[in-house]
Structures are given as structure tokens and as C-alpha cells.
């Protein structure tokens, strides 16, 4: 079965500090790609980060970074230098063969000045 | 090139009323995909369409859902006999179904609200 677990339904963090945004999932798939998307409280969903199965590296784009760690089947967030406007929630997806998306119940993110 | 546009934005209807999503994917993509998101949870697949064909409908309600995506004009979510429990926000999300097909954008979404 193809699952994705987000544990924390809410985040404080300073603003200009890090976070970390935690996923964990769980498939039999040797292929697949791991997602993380943010819902602005205006609801359309944008992509953040990709990373593959198979990438040895951690995927990074701006101040957002995946720590994917294989072996724990975890593909953390990371946002550095936190900003007002990252307040919203965040999903961890998953897609394994056949293109579906799995998704996280996700993690809703409120920065503080 | 504009990005996956979804109609209406917004969709009120009563019990027992039809509602029907339109989906216009991005230009030169040919995968659909429909999602539905409930209140506090992420979003939950329902289908999977290429041009004319349904590739994968096991996110679908056997009864009441359909969808269609036909050679011309915008993939269709239709759902008849509307009940309380249809109101969410459902999405839509288009791949270009090679080379960088793992990343699906996704539209602006349709809330629906049955009253």
C-alpha cells in the first residue's frame, strides 16, 4: 500500500529562522518521486520540490531543501530564512508507477514576525 | 503559456442538482488528473484521464462521478444527484505524460458547496 505520513498538523517559526516540515511514507515501488506543495490560504497548490528515488543528491531549489533519507523512508522539508510569506500549509505527494499522487493530510505553517 | 485553468472557481448547488468541473490542462499536456480535497485533509486522487481514454479510475465513486476528457475542449468532472458530503474543493492537475511527467501542475481548483 502507498502512504504519506505528516505528523505535525501545525508549525510556529520565527521569522528569518529555519524549519523543518516532516513526511514519511511508505511503498513498495523501487521508482518514484516525492513531491512537496504549498497551499496558500487562496487555495491553488504550487509546487516546491522534487526528488527522485534515485537521486543520490538532496534536491534544492532557493531557500526550500528535501532531506530525503531512503533508508527511513523520510523526505523532509527544509525552509531556511523563514518569511511572513510562507505562512500556509504544506503537503508532502508521493507518485509511484502510474502516475497517481499520494498525498499527506499536511502541515499547516505559521511564521512570526 | 498559461498554466491549468479550472471553472468555475466557485459552484453552488442544491441537493439533488448536477455539478459539472471543467479542466483545461496546460498547453501541450495530454495526462489529467482530478483530485478532491475535504476540509483539513490534503488532496485525495480520483481519475486519471489521457485524450479520450480513462487510464485509472479507482479514486472514483463507483456511483454519481464521472469524468471525460474527449478529443476537443476541456476534461469534464461531472457529478449527479449532488449530496451535502460532495462539498470540497476539487482540483484539477495536467503532466505532459513524458520527460518531466512526475511533475503534475495543478489548477486553481473548484469549491464546490451543496446546500
Known amino acids: 500500500a502507498q502512504k504519506i505520513t505528516q505528523t505535525q498538523p501545525g508549525m510556529f517559526v520565527q521569522e528569518k529562522e529555519a524549519v523543518t516540515l516532516d513526511c514519511t511514507y511508505d511503498?513498495?515501488?523501487?521508482?518514484?518521486?516525492l513531491f512537496w506543495y504549498k497551499q496558500p490560504s487562496s487555495g491553488e497548490m504550487i509546487f516546491l520540490i522534487y526528488q527522485g528515488s534515485y537521486d543520490e543528491q538532496n534536491a534544492t531549489e532557493g531557500r526550500y531543501s528535501l532531506n530525503f533519507q531512503k533508508a527511513r523512508k523520510s523526505a523532509n522539508l527544509v525552509i531556511s530564512a523563514s518569511q511572513l510569506g510562507d505562512s500556509a500549509m504544506y503537503f508532502c505527494a508521493m507518485r509511484v508507477s502510474g502516475n497517481q499522487f499520494y498525498f499527506g493530510t499536511g502541515t499547516s505553517l505559521t511564521v512570526i514576525p | 503559456n498559461a498554466g491549468v485553468m479550472q471553472n468555475p472557481r466557485h459552484l453552488v448547488r442544491r441537493r439533488g442538482q448536477e455539478a459539472r468541473l471543467r479542466c483545461s490542462p496546460m498547453k501541450g499536456h495530454s495526462h489529467v488528473y482530478w483530485y478532491r480535497q475535504l476540509p483539513e485533509e490534503g488532496l485525495k486522487f480520483m481519475v486519471y484521464?489521457?485524450?479520450?481514454?480513462?487510464?485509472?479510475e479507482s479514486g472514483m465513486p463507483k456511483e454519481r462521478f464521472s469524468a471525460e476528457f474527449p478529443k476537443e475542449g476541456p476534461s469534464i468532472l461531472r457529478i449527479q444527484q449532488v449530496v451535502r458530503g460532495d462539498s470540497a474543493a476539487y482540483f484539477c492537475?495536467?503532466?505532459?505524460?513524458?520527460?518531466?511527467?512526475?511533475?503534475?501542475?495543478f489548477g486553481p481548483g473548484t469549491r464546490l458547496t451543496v446546500l
Open positions: 511503498t513498495s515501488d523501487q521508482s518514484y518521486g
Open positions: 492537475a495536467s503532466s505532459p505524460g513524458s520527460g518531466r511527467a512526475h511533475e503534475q501542475f
Open positions: 484521464l489521457q485524450k479520450e481514454n480513462i487510464i485509472d
